[in-house]
């Protein structure tokens, strides 16, 4: 009884301590053990961030142990997106962006990934966030109902912490994200694909691709020296053929380097019979980084090729956060 009452003050009304105003109905004696030891889940933010356009929110949030790490809300019409976190850091390197170009410091806990989703929401809850992002109080949610797993960090790396996170978040008696509203985004971590197909996780799966051969995936993504294209490419083919699941595959548009005719093409051909979408992503500016996002015109050329001779669904992702290092690619922390 006491463990259920607990529950809904921690993921339904959101409490931010073990009082008796945040809990009146646990006994005394419950809330000054769980005082003495345990701990909520709170991560104080060092740094919030606005983005020009009112769409976008950047929370710097600082860990238990003096670590940071970024979380992300997006404002959409109806609906709102957080874009959280699973490491601080990452191990994948990924050229083009900025957490992989700091390194890889540790794993988030379960309890640090669901936090930064408790943070966004009591933030909405109390309406702070809805007056501030919006100018339309009606196109503002005060619920949040989307996750992404596209922050610092590659989710499958951490695979066990992040999914018993993804299932504290589905839980129906708490956040209740729906599982359809929760995307995971790997960088092509082959036995985290095959181990999410053989427990039939139901969330959508996203796969950065960026380049259609080895060679210019290597060039782009190191990771991509351990688990090659053919083997990624294998393992996407089995997840779709047991899940019954389409991928969304990431192509971020770099100009001159993946976004000609032959390279969407290539990427037509590479994802054939596939149960596949494409999410085309024009490069954010990192300081790591010199390569240029593609231009509107090659970006449009490129999902043409796609949708007329592939017949391959395609968007093209819609910036957000750019001016204030909140986009896809540009979450890092300095050592400061």
């Known amino acids: 009884m006491h463990a259920a009452r607990l529950w809904n003050y921690l993921y339904l009304a959101l409490a931010e301590s073990f009082s008796a105003e945040a809990m009146p109905e646990l006994p005394a004696k419950i809330r000054t053990r769980l ?19 009112g769409f976008t929110r950047k929370y710097l ?18 609906r709102v997106t957080a874009c959280i976190s699973s490491q601080v850091g990452c191990a994948m390197g990924c050229v083009f962006c900025a957490t992989g170009q700091m390194g890889y410091t540790r794993h988030l806990t379960p309890g640090e990934i669901v936090a930064q989703a408790i943070h966004v929401a009591r933030a909405l809850r109390l309406s702070t966030l809805s007056a501030q ?27 066990d912490a992040v999914m018993h996170a993804i299932d504290i978040l589905r839980d129906e008696t708490g956040l209740a994200i729906a599982a359809e509203r929760i995307t995971l985004s790997t960088v092509g971590v082959v036995p985290g694909i095959l ?15 960026h380049a259609a051969t080895q060679a210019e995936r290597a060039a782009l993504v190191p990771v991509a020296k351990k688990w090659p294209l053919d083997e990624l490419m294998a393992a996407c083919r089995s997840y779709s053929e047991t899940t019954g699941r389409r991928i969304f595959y990431e192509w971020t ?16 051909e590479l994802l054939r019979g596939l149960p596949a979408q494409v999410n085309l992503i024009p490069l954010n500016p990192t300081t790591g980084y010199d390569g240029a996002p593609t231009h509107s015109e090659a970006a ?22 750019i001016d204030i290092a909140a986009g896809c690619g540009q979450l890092a922390v300095t050592a400061s």
């Open 35 to 53: 005082a003495a030891e345990a701990q909520l889940g709170l991560l104080p933010a060092a740094l919030e961030t606005d983005s020009s356009d």
């Open 61 to 78: 949030l600082r860990l238990a142990d003096g670590e940071k790490i970024e979380t992300v809300l997006m404002r959409y019409t109806g």
């Open 133 to 159: 992002l919006s100018t339309r109080r009606e196109h503002a949610p005060a619920r949040l109902r989307n996750i992404v797993l596209m922050g610092m960090g590659e989710p499958l790396h951490n695979y």
């Open 195 to 209: 181990r999410l197909a053989q427990e039939m996780r139901p969330m959508h799966l996203a796969v950065s691709l």
């Open 253 to 268: 548009l770099i100009e001159g380097k993946n976004d000609s005719p032959d390279h969407a093409r290539a990427v037509g």
């Open 300 to 321: 449009k050329r490129f999902q043409k090729i796609l949708a007329d001779e592939f017949e391959l669904p395609s968007t093209v992702r819609q910036r957000r956060g």
